[in-house]
């Protein structure tokens, strides 16, 4: 019988099951692609740190002559390798970029410690100074991959060293080389930042041939430095106890390299979440869609089976052959639905997880697959048979249905009967073969305008954050640097007068930088050195350190500590220890070795009682709004050049990674508000149509009373109308409130300044354009009960 019924449905109402097949196919794809890709972009860190001999620190004494070898030596050292502590290649390919800034010094790079995945090609010849390997992000900007050539340009000799007035600000004058790229590679260290050009790597041989010119004929350019330790995390409070021996007591700059993967992995796990729930509104939404026309399909059948059960059709019978068809369109949705899902994977993840993804491409997750290759005919198999159920019951008495009390006042009032019909239809369920899916409505209206209310308040969030460097820590514009390893290359003091004295200057900080410590923890301490007007801290709460024995301190330094506002920290350099009350909580200075969230500011007399000297010494620039950095450099350049030729140099200061990262996750908030107010336009839409179906005998006797077609018109307008206030009502505080927290919590992993975002033109035009969409819903249902067939209507009742 099942076989035979099949036989017909195939035959009579095809395309109806084509339809369905469709729908689960385009759900299902974009349901299993959100969260495979979801379960892939939270694995990819820890898949990448299995395959690579991650570092542990990265040891920045910034010291000419510091005894590597001394560090190699110590038991808890598994790998070591070294870098130039200063030093930005050129390409000609990159004109605006400076591509190459980490230049290894040693043949244990990509070997011994933060070996690669190799995306493509090979690692370089440690021996060939013309071999290079790029990351994934500079094939992209560049243009340029595997056995392509870029030209490097290397700094003369006069013009090699710490020195940056040496190099006069002026282009590379020494050898220009013409580098092969024979390989793409990815490791943490390696890897691409958001927002970033990618790099490019030179092979070790490089500063083999080259060594005065990328460290100067002395060789008094720092050697910065990578280590592995054999006990990874665990073993660096011994690792810095034996480095503080080795070094003779200097207290050396070292960066946990966990700090950088636990931060990857919360901003992994915010893209993560939005992906997941991108994918459960997908869900959420093919529910509605896919499920109407599962119950319209089922009750059809049962309007066709319900003559059987006059020959001995059981209801279990009836069930037994209504769901065939629909289960059968739905396993070949579903089949089409793997067979999309398979290839759409390359697409992720995205964001922070692409840039930490060994295995970039087509990757096939049978456990998600397999799972919903299995749920989805369950779904489509019980839903048409609830409705074919429903549609073979007896009908028996039904009881009346719940009454409104707002339909009620309604009509106490004396508002028109159209008017009031409508509130009925979208308000009062009723019950029986009358019922209409009000709660679902309800609730899909409510749903689609918070959601989008959600997203787009936290996109306006992305966008502030994205538009003012200040959330992060730069109301400063400009850096200028003076000198480094405790020797300035010129007075400070002349050039910082002469810099405040600038009408396009509006303050400047005095800062010089040493690494500190609290307990074991290393923390990178800046003075806070107003010269004439004062810059303020970018600060998310608190003071500014005012006394010697007060302390700001960035978000991930107060976390790590456990420190809040009035505690008290010790914090110590070479000259001892001191105790410190927190007086705020504030960003940090971006270096290319540090973060803007980690750190600690103190006054300059509270400085000179911890420390001697300074590893970096420069000072910080707010520029009159509307004025140009570049300009604004040039001149002050110029300004504060002394008789001997010899001037500061100013730059831009270095952009946080966290700038891309937190645009990595403004496209999926307004994608996720998408689907949900398709689910609410789905939900209104059929209980529109439900209930101009279900209701037609109301329809009907008010039309033999006198009712009109526009009167018909206007109740399901009406209803449409009302559906969407309800959901407005409750949706806009909602939607508002939910997109504040999220964009909290993402400032927070970040971390930025947090700012309660707001979408004006959102809730401006919401309201218009859902009743606009509610009026255009109606139209077709409206259009349906205004010209129903009166006399065919109370015949059928």
């Known amino acids: 019988m099942i076989l035979v019924w099949l036989r017909l449905e195939l035959s009579r109402r095809w395309r109806s099951l084509v339809v369905l097949s469709l729908l689960v196919a385009f759900a299902g794809a974009t349901v299993m692609t959100s969260v495979a890709g979801a379960r892939r972009g939270e694995s990819a860190v820890d898949r990448l740190l299995a395959g690579t001999l991650p570092a542990t620190l990265a040891v920045l004494p910034n010291q000419t002559g510091f005894d590597w070898a001394a560090v190699r030596r110590l038991p808890d050292v598994a790998a070591v390798t070294t870098f130039p502590g200063y030093t930005a290649l050129p390409l000609d390919e990159a004109p605006d970029d400076e591509l190459s800034s980490f230049v290894p010094a040693d043949a244990d790079a990509m070997r011994t410690i933060e070996r690669p995945i190799i995306l493509a090609g090979r690692l370089a010849d440690p021996a060939k100074a013309e071999e290079a390997v790029v990351t994934a992000e500079f094939v992209r900007a560049a243009g340029r991959g595997v056995g392509d050539t870029v030209t490097l340009r290397l700094p003369s000799l006069d013009q090699a060293g710490p020195d940056p007035d040496a190099r006069d600000n002026a282009a590379p004058r020494g050898p220009v080389l013409r580098i092969t790229i024979v390989g793409v590679i990815r490791s943490f260290w390696y890897a691409d930042e958001a927002g970033g050009h990618g790099k490019l790597i030179p092979s070790p041989g490089l500063l083999a041939r080259y060594r005065a010119n990328l460290l100067g004929t002395a060789g008094d350019t720092p050697l ?8 990874g995390e665990q073993g660096v409070p011994r690792f810095r106890a034996d480095l503080a021996r080795v070094a003779g007591g200097a207290n050396i700059d070292i960066v946990n390299r966990a700090e950088a993967v636990r931060h990857t992995r919360d901003v992994i796990g915010f893209e993560s979440a939005c992906l997941l ?38 209801r279990t019978q009836g069930v037994r052959l209504a769901i065939a068809g629909p289960v059968l369109a739905a396993v070949a949705g579903t089949a089409i639905a793997v067979g999309l899902a398979v290839p759409a994977s390359a697409w992720l993840p995205f964001g922070a997880a692409a840039a930490r993804e060994p295995d970039p491409g087509v990757d096939v997750d049978w456990l998600v697959l397999g799972g919903f290759a299995v749920l989805i005919p369950v779904l489509v198999a019980a839903g048409t048979a609830v409705a074919v159920w429903a549609g073979l019951s007896a009908p028996g008495r039904v009881p009346p249905g719940r009454r409104s009390a707002v339909v009620a006042a309604m009509a106490a009032a004396g508002l028109p009967v159209a008017v009031v019909v409508g509130a009925r239809f979208a308000l009062e369920p009723g019950q029986g073969a009358r019922a209409v899916p009000v709660r679902p409505a309800l609730l899909g209206a409510v749903t689609g305008v918070f959601g989008v209310l959600a997203a787009f308040t936290f996109s306006a969030g992305v966008a502030d954050a994205a538009a003012n460097p200040a959330r992060f820590g730069q109301n400063y514009q400009l850096m200028v640097i003076f000198g480094f390893g405790g020797q300035d290359f010129l007075p400070p003091r002349p050039v910082l007068d002469t810099v405040a004295d600038d009408a ?32 303020p801290l970018v600060l998310t709460e608190g003071r500014a350190p005012a006394a010697d024995d007060e302390v700001v301190l960035a978000p991930v330094s107060a976390r790590q500590l456990g420190a809040g506002i009035g505690a008290t920290i010790p914090l110590a350099g070479d000259k001892g220890s001191r105790a410190l009350r927190v007086t705020g909580i504030g960003f940090g200075v971006e270096s290319s070795t540090r973060g803007y969230d980690s750190g600690a500011w103190v006054t300059g007399p509270g400085y000179d009682q911890l420390f001697t000297g300074f590893k970096e010494h420069g000072g910080l620039l707010v520029l009159r709004q509307g004025s140009s950095p570049d300009a604004v450099a040039a001149r002050l350049t110029r300004a504060a050049t002394g008789p001997d030729g010899i001037g500061p140099l100013l730059t831009e200061p270095f952009a946080p990674r966290q700038f891309g990262e937190i645009r990595n996750v403004r496209v999926l908030p307004l994608v996720l508000g998408g689907f949900l107010a398709l689910l609410a336009v789905g939900a209104v839409g059929h209980a529109l149509i439900v209930a101009v179906r279900r209701r037609g005998h109301d329809l009907a006797v008010l039309r033999a009373l006198g009712m009109t077609r526009g009167q018909c018109r206007l109740a399901v307008v009406t209803q449409a109308g009302a559906i969407t206030t309800l959901g407005l009502l409750a949706g806009i505080p909602l939607g508002m409130a939910l997109g504040r927290i999220l964009w909290r919590a993402a400032a927070g992993i970040m971390p930025l300044q947090y700012q309660p975002p707001t979408s004006p033109w959102t809730l401006i035009l919401i309201v218009p354009l859902a009743l606009l969409v509610a009026a255009l819903l109606a139209a077709g249902p409206g259009r349906h009960a205004g010209h129903r067939n009166l006399g065919q209507a109370l015949r059928a009742e």
């Open 224 to 231: 910065n430095g990578l280590v592995r330790l054999r006990g």
């Open 277 to 314: 729930a991108f994918g459960l509104a997908a869900f959420l939404a093919a529910l509605v869609l896919v499920g109407q026309a599962i119950i319209r399909y089922g009750a059809a059948s049962a309007a066709e089976l319900r003559a059987l059960t006059a020959v001995g059709l059981t």
């Open 504 to 535: 396009d200057v509006l303050g400047v900080i005095d800062m010089r930088v040493a690494g500190g410590r609290s307990g074991e923890l290393p923390v990178v301490t800046y003075t806070y050195e107003p010269v004439g007007a004062p810059v």
